[in-house]
């Protein structure tokens, strides 16, 4: 009995000595990772236009806002081309996950959705490539998993400051635990993380006016997290009540949410366009579509996949002919795009499916 106490009590030991030794090195390696913030220099190179894109989590396209919720999303379309956008129809994407639509849009090479996609989207080819041209990338970035490596500036707004359950590393452990229950629930439950959620939002637009004014060339990605849920926004920017925050059910919680980021990407897009020394490209896309929810209670709503799969898609390119742009481009072929016409690369575009 007493060796079988003491074989137990060494596994214990080691066990608690494994997570400690995990958090630990979490914690070394989030120091040494932690990439440069504040002014930055302008960057060497020949260089070209600022390229800004803008990653709405969960938007969906024209045609399924009006399929899905019966909405006509053609004034935000109309404004965009009345600044000189070009807008696409019918764009669609075959990846209903932000970490494989992300790999395959910052990878034209080509990424097709085999293997694990974050090590392509810490490590992609845009990044290597614009870098190599002189430019500075800077990072908006939903969470940690998928930081680009090669970021000069990121901005990060973690939810970890509010609980340990928003934090990725301490989160997995308890969703492996008898505990698993208590990070969603407590998540779910907390009246003061709607405004935590939404500042994960606002810090994109309150931080935009000074990268903006900040030397180029310059590369700026935003991982916008809206209109996914939670739902925390109204269409005028006010507050969701938190027992609404999860509900598909009600096509409304979504619509105004949709709604909000709508008119926010408006203002920010004719602020760069006005306060930009030079014409930049500007790109503005989903992820995926809106894919629903198969959310706990009376909260679930289903979408067939086709419709999960359209997407919203809209480049601003200065100075080159949009009309040569297949109408239905999807948005794996931005970056193909943009480096066809202002870098002189040959990347053959994907066909619209």
Known sequence: MVEENAALGLAVLVLVAWNLG?????HGRSLW?????????????AGGPDIYCFILDEYAGLEAARSLFCYDNSAFADKLRQMGFFVARDSRSPFLKTEYALA???NPGGYDGRGGP??????????????RRGYR???????????????DQRHHYSLARVSIFFNDFYRTLFERSLLCFLPERWSRQQSGVTHFYQERVLQVFRTMPAVVKSPGPKFVFAHVYCPHEPFVFTARGGTVPRERAWDHSDPRNYL???????????AV?????????????IIIQSDHGYR???????????VATAEAQKTFNALYLPEKPLEAIDPSLSPLNNFRLVFNLYFGTTYPLLPSF
Request: aromatic residues 10%.
């Open 22 to 26: 995990g958090i630990l090195l979490y």
């Open 33 to 45: 990772e932690h990439p440069r913030q504040g002014n930055m220099v302008a960057a060497t190179g």
């Open 104 to 106: 395959a849009l910052l």
């Open 118 to 131: 974050f090590p392509g989207i810490r490590r992609n080819e845009v990044v290597s490539f614009l870098k």
């Open 137 to 151: 990338v800077v990072e908006f970035a939903a969470g940690p998993a998928m930081f680009m490596e090669g970021a």
């Open 256 to 266: 105004q949410q949709y709604i909000f980021i709508s008119n926010k990407m408006l």
């Open 269 to 281: 897009a004719a602020a760069i366009l006005a306060d930009s020394p030079r014409p930049p490209v």
């Open 292 to 302: 629903g929810s198969r959310g706990r209670k009376n909260w679930k709503r289903t």
